[in-house]
């Protein structure tokens, strides 16, 4: 199980040139609304400028208190995918590392560090 999860995570991981987060696909509604817009006002649409306007600023509102709930709460949500899958990758091998390893008393640590 553990070889798959380290499989699927590092050919993520190697995935470079995005950043995705979970503001993301609001900001690509975000760009795409604005397009909408500019081409409403070019071309004189009135009922159109108001509805776009109108879920513009709804829009604009929801990614606002969106990135603040995220950066209050969850701040790993605002971390890149790349990012949290190496994370998810470190955690796993660190939990199978920390099984193997056997305890070592602590006065075997300090007779090591203390020069003769």
Request: charged share 30%; hydrophobic share 45%.
């Amino acid at each position: 199980m553990d070889d798959i999860i380290k499989i699927l995570t590092e050919q993520n991981a190697r995935v470079t040139g995005r950043k995705r987060t979970v503001l993301s696909p609001l900001l690509w509604l975000l760009g795409i609304i604005i397009s909408a817009t500019l081409c409403a006002f070019r071309f004189d649409f009135f009922v159109l400028e108001i509805i776009l306007c109108i879920m513009l600023g709804i829009l604009f509102l929801t990614i606002i208190i969106g990135f603040f709930y995220c950066l209050i709460k969850k701040p790993d949500y605002l971390q890149s995918e790349k990012f949290r899958l190496e994370k998810r990758r470190l955690d796993i091998e660190a939990k199978k590392h920390k099984k193997q390893l056997e305890p070592v008393a602590e006065s075997e640590v300090l007779d090591e560090k203390q020069p003769e």
